[in-house]
């Protein structure tokens, strides 16, 4: 079995102040660290989610750059259309510098027209406005000129950086597209819009990213998962039925999903892995798309839970659930890098 690295994304949710929600998802970054994840990726999102969202990601990857020691620090996305590219690779820079080389960015086009219409972009060239951003801001973490003659990004990336580029996909075109661009595969926890599985779909695009593939580099595909470990599925559902349960409404409302379903219908939706670690080892073992991921992308989203039950989970997820998987955690001594991928 080949070795996957095991990250955790956090939409920045939480009950209560929002400073207390940022405050606590700082703390999760140190508990993963401490627990031998991987990765840490943040979500970018301009429109508030039901407790929390994150607008400006990388301020927050920068103090969480201080307070952890091996974790690499993502974005999953960053939301390139509405985002000076130039600027954008200045801050994935200076993080960068600061925490020894621990970045990498994935990046996409958004979900909808009114965080578009808030920041002066257009919401039907979104594809087009992530393209032309998307080819800037790989030159300029490249150290290459951009934007006039002679100018460079400050500080300059001392390290390679061209295996850390992640771009989301929602398609086969999509996929194949961002494997012509040479930047590593994200895959969003679920498909919206389907009635078949999720895994199905989303293998079909993996495959289709893998066929396309050109570079002399190894391909990296991101599979990120709605997983949540608890001692059973009563506890894990007491954690997460809220959360789940109004996201589903946000997308009836929208016409994305069919109204008047069980709430185990909305979570085989959501793709969720939840209850007992065995229960959800055995759900991955039959899941389509962790054969051909090189990063298992943990998140809790659409679910809010407890701060204390949201640690309990990550240490669920590192001692029991991914070890099943065949994850291994890198050397402490070591921080876990994009290669790192040796046979287990």
Not at 90 to 116: H, K
Not at 271 to 287: K, M, S, T, W
Not at 301 to 318: G, W
């Amino acid at each position: 079995m080949t070795r996957f690295r095991l990250g955790f994304l956090t939409h920045v949710q939480g009950r209560g102040p929002l400073a207390e929600t940022y405050r606590r998802a700082q703390e999760l970054f140190v508990v993963a660290d401490e627990l031998g994840f991987d990765v840490g990726w943040v979500a970018q999102h301009h429109i508030p989610l039901h407790g929390g969202g994150l607008s400006s990601p990388w301020p927050f990857l920068a103090h969480a750059a201080a307070r952890t020691k091996r974790i690499r620090l993502s974005t999953a996305i960053t939301i390139l259309p509405l985002e000076n590219p130039v600027r954008v690779a200045e801050d994935v820079a200076v993080v960068n510098t600061l925490s020894g080389g621990r970045v990498e960015i994935g990046v996409g086009s958004g979900s909808g027209p009114v965080e578009y219409a808030a920041l002066g972009a257009d919401y039907e060239r979104r594809r087009e406005l992530t393209t032309e951003s998307f080819d800037v801001l790989r030159r300029a973490l490249l150290n290459q000129e951009v934007g006039t003659p002679g100018f460079t990004v400050q500080p300059p990336v001392a390290d390679d950086f061209t295996d850390r580029f992640w771009q989301a996909v929602f398609s086969g075109p999509g996929a194949r597209f961002a494997a012509d661009a040479g930047a590593n595969l994200l895959l969003n926890r679920a498909t919206y819009g389907y009635d078949e599985d999720t895994d199905v779909i989303q293998r079909g695009w993996a495959d289709a990213y893998l066929a396309a593939w050109n570079q002399p580099r190894t391909p990296r595909i991101g599979l990120s998962r709605f997983v949540f470990p608890a001692a059973d599925k009563r506890t894990a559902l007491a954690q997460i039925s809220d959360g789940v349960l109004r996201a589903a409404k946000n997308f009836t409302d929208r016409g994305t999903f069919p109204a008047g379903q069980t709430l185990d219908e909305y979570l085989r939706r959501f793709h969720a892995f939840y209850g007992h670690p065995d229960e959800i080892v055995a759900a991955f073992q039959q899941e389509k798309v962790l054969p051909v991921a090189t990063d298992l992308i943990t998140q809790f989203n659409p679910a809010v839970p407890d701060f204390d039950a949201a640690v309990r989970a990550l240490e669920l997820i590192a001692t029991e659930v991914a070890p099943a998987l065949g994850w291994k955690p890198a050397p402490t001594s070591e921080t876990p890098s994009t290669t790192d991928l040796t046979a287990a």
